[in-house]
């Protein structure tokens, strides 16, 4: 069983930065893909970036240039880095990973955009 663990959200004006850290109970060069979803209040959860262990990183139109996801395999921890936030950009953000075919979710860390 993989467990993941984010940290790193709160609360943070329109403009700022924040960086989310997932930290997996694995060795992360072992997941084929990990990535962040966000799900925001009444809404699905939607993709937000994901980087395989091989081949392009991916991300949503909506996050395209502000934000950036990287794995440090030696740490076994992601990270997203999230600048020129906006209010729009409120969610709970779930850190997820493959393994061996099955997905894996953290518990999610509140993101939150407001002045």
């Known amino acids: 069983q993989v467990q993941l663990v984010e940290s790193g959200g709160g609360l943070v004006q329109p403009g700022g930065s924040l960086r989310l850290s997932c930290a997996a109970s694995?060795?992360?060069?072992?997941?084929?893909?990990m990535g962040w979803y966000r799900q925001a209040p009444g809404k699905e959860r939607e993709l937000v970036a994901t980087?395989?262990?091989?081949?392009?990183?991916n991300y949503a139109d909506s996050v395209k240039g502000r934000f950036t996801i990287s794995r440090d395999n030696a740490k076994n921890t992601m990270y997203l880095q999230m600048n020129s936030l906006k209010p729009e950009d409120t969610a709970v953000y779930y850190c997820?990973?493959?393994?061996?075919?099955?997905?894996?979710w953290g518990q999610g860390t509140q993101v939150t955009v407001s002045s």
């Open positions: 980087k395989p262990s091989a081949g392009s990183t």
């Open positions: 997820n990973c493959v393994l061996y075919g099955i997905s894996y």
């Open positions: 694995e060795r992360i060069f072992s997941f084929s893909t």
